[in-house]
């Protein structure tokens, strides 16, 4: 099993976001902090010149383990741009070996205030929901067929995959072959769901895991108050590892019982100018997933 982080523990969630540090600084923190590897991040962040990307990765010791698109698969307008950033980031995994595509709906502006309120959440019209489900199918289908990747679909706050019914109905209506599933570990937790269970129920399905802790009283904070996502992160809901509710030692010895070993990363979602030091906070956590057996 191998451990790694993305950049969105740099607080990079946009590619052009001014507030983003350079990207070799990135790279540079991620390996001097004890990771094996990392994630594209949105693509154009990290180079998509697949000559400078490998002399940068293999300078620090580091493999690219795979990457996310983050994009609206619910807005059915916004499909060019979508299309166009999952096809960029396919080409730049594929470029580097890396065999893991993520595929998040993107938060949508309705439902960033009613997370782990899955009662209160505005949710797709059947219309809606068919184009939904159709674009993921399309995009899996063209991760796997055309540049031989791996693809999983991520639950996500704030986004229509969301909650436990969205995430099953949508692995119902995707066939296996082409759609897996990335677990992750406070996202799940935050929508309601316990990710050891979700984990069992969809053990032969796994293909990549983040793992990301989150703090209880200011989830119940956020799930209250209707607080907005970006608001929570930066208010550090997404707290240090092992200071959060998240049972990683139960994880790990899950992920054994299943027979896991692909990726675990790392994700420390949080702003881009936050107060913390992202490199202190990315050896803190390789330190603590080290001392329950990651």
Sequence with gaps: MNLGNSPCSWGIEFADDPRNPPWEAV?????SAGFAGIELGPVGFLPEDPLILRDALA????TLSGGVVFQPFHDATAWDRVLDAHTRTCRSLASHGAEQLILIDSIAAE???????PQDAPRLSA???AGFSTRIR????????EFGLTASIHAHAGGHCDFEDEHDRLLDEIDESILWVCIDTAHATLAGMDPLALTRRYASRVSHVHLKDIDPVKKAEVVRD???FYA?????????MGKGEVDFAAFRTLLNEIGYNGWCIVEQDCAPDAAISKVAMARANRDYLA???F
């Excluded at 439902?111 to 309120?117: E, F, N």
């Excluded at 929570?232 to 240090?240: H, V």
Aim: aromatic share 4%; net charge negative.
């Design 27 to 31: 790279l540079d923190e991620c390996a």
């Design 59 to 62: 300078a620090r010791g580091l």
């Design 111 to 117: 439902r960033t205030r009613t997370l782990g309120r």
């Design 127 to 129: 219309e809606g929901w």
């Design 138 to 145: 399309e995009a899996a289908t063209i991760a796997t067929e």
């Design 226 to 228: 209707g607080i907005e």
């Design 232 to 240: 929570a992160c930066e208010d550090d809901m997404f707290c240090q």
């Design 291 to 293: 001392s329950v057996g």
